[in-house]
């Protein structure tokens, strides 16, 4: 079967209007007659279990991070000026313009000794938190059944020990000299981490979770695999399988360059992975593990931040893009592009070519 590629608001074409992720800009986007809801079909690309098209982010998804659990991080973000501020559990941070993102604030840590973090830290009250008021307006007034609703329980074992203890330098020197008080601390921090989830899932119908833990700069990893399978291997693995053992997908950002560590996450078996491109081949590393972990990924070949590319290359980067990491599912495309012109073309490829793909991947399967 073969699917229309639309002229740019080609008069007769039934269109939506939709609001990006990241900019907040609308744009207008031909609309399709979809044989699922995106909410399934987001399910079946998750699961690798023959999805009708390629899921994004911009019409299939729908993002919801409530105040509580992200504190003020997303209040600062996107500012113009330099921000400080601290989240729920102490840790000092400022909002860094010129670096786009926050950063811990030099020189204030919540705990200096990993052996005392029984007595330095103060893990968060979760029932004084109020996520019943904020979860009822959401559910009103903003959920969409439709779509697939994506949520963010912030950062993990090793990044949470960073921000406690003001940076990367003090928290290794702890891994090293002091491993069974980080392995107390980080089994007792997932602890949380699984009432967390609890919380959310009791107000929150969610489709997939999104779990943070940077383990590697763009060099190598900040630990060895021995460390690493002693520390932080087990905690996290008893988060992923909790989390999946409630029927909720969980995606895993890790920046850095984590090749040593993909045979352990294909272990983990995450739904997604939001890794970096510019120092992991995401080719090969479909070509190994795609039936183990599948990608939150970008437009191959095009930089971030980039022009866009003429109608006709970016066309064909997409298709591209959908044949190299798509096949079989585990894929959602994010398709941060500047012009709405090139955005309404991408999506139009990109729900064109992965529905065709896809077709013929279930008739193959008869």
Same mark, same amino acid.
């Given at each position: 079967?073969?699917?229309?590629?639309?002229?740019?608001?080609?008069?007769?074409? =039934?269109?939506?209007?939709?609001?990006? +992720?990241?900019?907040?800009?609308?744009?207008?986007?031909?609309?399709?007659?979809?044989?699922?809801?995106?909410?399934?079909?987001?399910?079946?690309?998750?699961?690798?279990?023959?999805?009708?098209?390629?899921?994004?982010?911009?019409?299939?998804?729908?993002?919801?991070?409530?105040? %509580?659990?992200?504190?003020?991080?997303?209040?600062?973000?996107?500012?113009?000026?330099?921000?400080?501020?601290?989240? /729920?559990?102490?840790?000092?941070?400022?909002?860094?313009?010129?670096?786009?993102?926050?950063?811990?604030? =030099?020189?204030?840590?919540?705990?200096?000794?990993?052996?005392? /973090?029984?007595?330095?830290?103060?893990? =968060?009250?979760?029932?004084? /938190?109020?996520?019943?008021?904020?979860?009822? %307006?959401?559910?009103?007034?903003?959920?969409?059944?439709?779509?697939?609703? @994506?949520?963010?329980? *912030?950062?993990? @074992?090793?990044?949470?020990?960073?921000?406690?203890?003001? *940076?990367?330098?003090?928290?290794?020197?702890?891994?090293?000299?002091?491993?069974?008080? @980080?392995?107390?601390?980080?089994?007792? $921090?997932?602890?949380?981490?699984?009432?967390?989830?609890?919380? !959310?899932?009791?107000?929150?119908?969610?489709?997939? !979770?999104?779990?943070?833990?940077?383990?590697?700069?763009?060099?190598?990893?900040?630990?060895?695999?021995?460390?690493?399978? &002693?520390?932080?291997?087990?905690?996290?693995?008893?988060?992923? %399988?909790?989390?999946?053992?409630?029927?909720?997908?969980?995606?895993?950002?890790?920046?850095? &360059?984590?090749?040593? $560590?993909? =045979?352990?996450?294909?272990?983990?078996?995450?739904?997604?992975? #939001?890794?970096?491109? +510019?120092?992991?081949?995401?080719?090969?590393?479909?070509?190994?593990?795609?039936?183990?972990?599948?990608?939150?990924?970008?437009?191959?070949?095009?930089?971030?931040?980039?022009?866009?590319?003429?109608?006709?290359? !970016?066309? #064909?980067?997409?298709?591209?893009?959908?044949?190299?990491?798509?096949?079989?599912?585990?894929?959602?495309?994010?398709?941060?592009?500047?012009?709405?012109?090139?955005?309404?073309?991408?999506?139009?490829?990109?729900?064109?070519?992965?529905?065709? !793909?896809?077709?013929?991947?279930?008739?193959?399967?008869?």
């Amino acid at each position: 079967m073969s699917y229309p590629r639309y002229e740019y608001l080609q008069p007769g074409v =039934p269109t939506e209007t939709v609001t990006m +992720r990241m900019t907040g800009k609308e744009v207008v986007l031909p609309k399709f007659d979809r044989p699922v809801t995106a909410a399934e079909n987001f399910k079946r690309a998750a699961q690798r279990d023959k999805p009708y098209w390629v899921p994004n982010p911009i019409t299939d998804m729908q993002s919801h991070h409530p105040t %509580d659990h992200i504190s003020e991080f997303r209040h600062v973000m996107g500012s113009t000026v330099d921000k400080r501020f601290v989240d /729920w559990f102490g840790a000092d941070w400022t909002y860094v313009v010129s670096a786009g993102g926050p950063m811990l604030t =030099p020189g204030i840590t919540v705990m200096d000794d990993i052996t005392l /973090w029984q007595k330095s830290v103060k893990f =968060p009250d979760l029932e004084n /938190w109020d996520f019943e008021t904020e979860a009822g %307006d959401f559910m009103s007034n903003t959920y969409d059944p439709e779509k697939a609703l @994506c949520m963010d329980i *912030g950062i993990g @074992c090793t990044e949470r020990m960073v921000s406690l203890m003001g *940076g990367y330098t003090e928290s290794m020197l702890a891994l090293a000299e002091e491993p069974e008080a @980080c392995q107390d601390f980080f089994e007792a $921090f997932i602890d949380f981490e699984i009432a967390h989830f609890d919380k !959310l899932r009791a107000f929150y119908p969610m489709d997939m !979770l999104t779990y943070h833990d940077d383990w590697g700069n763009e060099k190598d990893t900040f630990f060895s695999p021995a460390m690493f399978e &002693n520390l932080i291997l087990p905690p996290t693995k008893r988060f992923f %399988d909790y989390v999946k053992s409630k029927g909720v997908e969980i995606e895993f950002h890790n920046c850095g &360059n984590i090749n040593r $560590f993909l =045979p352990y996450i294909a272990d983990l078996g995450p739904a997604f992975l #939001q890794i970096q491109r +510019r120092v992991i081949d995401f080719p090969a590393v479909k070509e190994s593990y795609g039936n183990c972990f599948g990608f939150c990924g970008y437009i191959e070949g095009l930089e971030m931040g980039a022009d866009d590319p003429p109608k006709e290359k !970016l066309v #064909q980067m997409v298709s591209h893009t959908v044949d190299v990491l798509g096949k079989g599912g585990g894929l959602y495309m994010n398709m941060w592009l500047k012009n709405p012109e090139s955005i309404w073309y991408a999506y139009n490829e990109l729900y064109a070519y992965s529905s065709e !793909l896809y077709a013929k991947e279930r008739n193959a399967a008869i």
